[in-house]
C-alpha cells in the first residue's frame, strides 16, 4: 500500500506510485532501483543516485560536501514521543540550505504533519497501518502560521 504524501505547488496529494525503495537493514542484498539507503551504508558507496536517511543520533553535517547532488533525504521517527528528526529538517533547511525532497519516514502520523511542514518536511511516508487519505487532513489543518518557521522566516507581524 502506498502511504506517501507529496507538498507541491498544487498543495498536498497523495503519490500516484514511490519510485523510491527505503532500505532499512545495514547490510545484506540491495535491491535494484532508486534506493534510501542508511547513512552508514551510503557513506560507504557515496552513489548520488541514492537518497540518504539519517536516524536521530545521525551527524546532518556528515552530508555537507554532498548536499548538491544527493536526490532524497529522509529523516526517520522511530516513535512519534521523539522529535529530533524536527530539529534535524529545520536545520538542513535553514542552516545547510538544502532544497531537494525532504521525507519523513518511521512513526508518522497525522497529527504530526502540520508541524512537519513548518519544519521544512515536503513528503511524507505515513506508518502503514494509518490512512493516508485521512493524514491529508492533518496538511490541511492550520491556514495561518503565526510564527516563523522553515517555510516562512517571516513571524506573522512582519508579513503585513
Known amino acids: 500500500m502506498n502511504n506517501l504524501l507529496i507538498l507541491d505547488g498544487q498543495g498536498a496529494r497523495l503519490a500516484a506510485d514511490d519510485p523510491w525503495t527505503l532500505v532499512r537493514d545495514q547490510e545484506g542484498e540491495l535491491p535494484q532501483g532508486p534506493l534510501i539507503l542508511p547513512l552508514s551504508r551510503w557513506s560507504a558507496r557515496q552513489d548520488t543516485r541514492h537518497g540518504v536517511w539519517l536516524g536521530p543520533d545521525d551527524d546532518l553535517e556528515s552530508l555537507e560536501l ?3 547532488a544527493l ?5 526517520d521517527f522511530p516513535s512519534f514521543r521523539d522529535g529530533r528528526a524536527y530539529s534535524q529538517a529545520y536545520l538542513l533547511r535553514t542552516r545547510l540550505g538544502w532544497g531537494g525532497e525532504l521525507r519523513a519516514i518511521g512513526d508518522v502520523l497525522r497529527d504530526q504533519l502540520s508541524h512537519m511542514r513548518q519544519c521544512g518536511f515536503d513528503s511524507f ?4 497501518d494509518k490512512s493516508a487519505e485521512d493524514a491529508l487532513k492533518g496538511l490541511a489543518g492550520m491556514s495561518v502560521l503565526y ?3 522553515a517555510i516562512e522566516p517571516r513571524p506573522l ?4
Open 147 to 149: 510564527s516563523r518557521s
Open 125 to 128: 511516508a505515513v506508518r502503514e
Open 66 to 68: 554532498w548536499l548538491e
Open 157 to 160: 507581524f512582519r508579513r503585513r
Open 71 to 75: 536526490p532524497l533525504i529522509a529523516l
